[in-house]
């Protein structure tokens, strides 16, 4: 089965109330939306709880284009990722990653499928793009 996923993270105060949301279209063009809320959290563990989510939801070993406006979560996923494992999960400030705890979800989540990561531009009339943006930032009132 193949996939489509178009996800968005959103916060009201950076931290403060977050949201996050994933609207999932499979090959047989059915879709569907899955969202939730955090209390206390910040735009980018929200970026990166939506495309974790939305890999759980989905069960067989598919092949999941991911489309995504945070190149956090894009850069980090395809090329930052790779270091951070040799490197301990330290960034190249010799620091801990920040938000160690999803990147590693993520990865495992990832590793499940064949993913295609692809960045798409915030708020610039992609009706799927903008439909999760909606949903994550409905889910911070």
């Not at 403060?16 to 735009?43: C, F, M, Q, R, Y």
């Not at 400030?93 to 990561?117: C, R």
Request: charged share 25%; proline share 1%; glycine share 6%.
């Amino acid at each position: 089965m193949k996939f489509k996923i178009y996800t968005d993270g959103a916060c009201s105060g950076n931290p403060g109330k977050g949201g996050w949301a994933a609207i999932i279209i499979d090959s047989n063009l059915n879709i569907s939306s899955i969202s939730g809320s955090v209390k206390s959290t910040t735009n980018n563990r929200m970026e990166l709880m939506a495309s974790i989510m939305a890999l759980k939801k989905i069960k067989k070993k598919s092949e999941i284009t991911i489309y995504t406006d945070s190149k956090y979560v894009k850069d980090g996923i395809t090329v930052w990722i790779k270091k951070w494992k040799l490197n301990n999960w330290k960034g190249s400030n010799k620091k801990q990653v920040k938000n160690k705890d999803l990147w590693i979800k993520l990865d495992n989540s990832s590793l499940k499928h064949k993913v295609t990561w692809k960045w798409v531009k915030a708020h610039a009339g992609n009706k799927y793009n903008n439909l999760a943006d909606e949903l994550a930032v409905s889910e911070t009132k």
